[in-house]
């Protein structure tokens, strides 16, 4: 291969190089990655695959953590579909309740456990 002189070389020949190196570049890619995606299957053996890649192809996909469900613990009693867990960021009708000066435990759901305390108590 001879040296290129790039600055005696036109814009259309500069031009035709870089498209040129960029194609092969592109498909040297694609046979690197094949041949490391099959030294990983070679390597794990029938062992499951650590990460799939995503639906984009843009890397590995993750799963989500599976959280336990956690129960509403309050309710607005102007909406009572409206509840919130205790956790996270507070829903507006409770700030609005507590800024006019309600209490939180004024929104607490009475549950099971807690009517059944209250009734051994007494």
């Given at each position: 291969m001879?040296?290129?002189?790039?600055?005696?070389?036109?814009?259309?020949?500069?031009?035709?190089?870089?498209?040129?190196?960029?194609?092969?570049?592109?498909?040297r890619?694609?046979?690197?990655?094949?041949?490391?995606e099959?030294?990983?299957?070679?390597?794990?053996?029938?062992?499951?695959?650590?990460?799939?890649?995503?639906?984009?192809?843009?890397?590995?996909?993750?799963?989500?953590?599976?959280?336990?469900?956690?129960?509403?613990?309050?309710?607005?009693?102007?909406?009572?579909?409206?509840?919130?867990?205790?956790r996270?960021?507070?829903?507006?009708?409770?700030?609005?309740?507590?800024?006019?000066?309600?209490?939180?435990?004024?929104?607490?759901?009475?549950?099971?456990?807690?009517?059944?305390?209250?009734?051994?108590?007494?």
């Amino acid at each position: 291969m001879s040296k290129l002189d790039f600055e005696t070389m036109s814009l259309d020949e500069l031009w035709s190089l870089h498209e040129q190196l960029g194609a092969v570049l592109a498909e040297r890619i694609v046979i690197e990655k094949r041949e490391l995606e099959q030294r990983l299957i070679q390597l794990n053996r029938g062992k499951e695959p650590q990460h799939e890649l995503n639906a984009s192809g843009g890397g590995p996909a993750r799963q989500r953590r599976k959280y336990p469900r956690v129960l509403p613990k309050y309710r607005n009693p102007s909406m009572p579909a409206e509840t919130w867990s205790g956790r996270g960021k507070q829903p507006r009708w409770l700030v609005l309740a507590l800024k006019a000066g309600s209490k939180i435990e004024d929104f607490r759901i009475a549950t099971a456990t807690n009517n059944e305390n209250a009734r051994l108590r007494r």
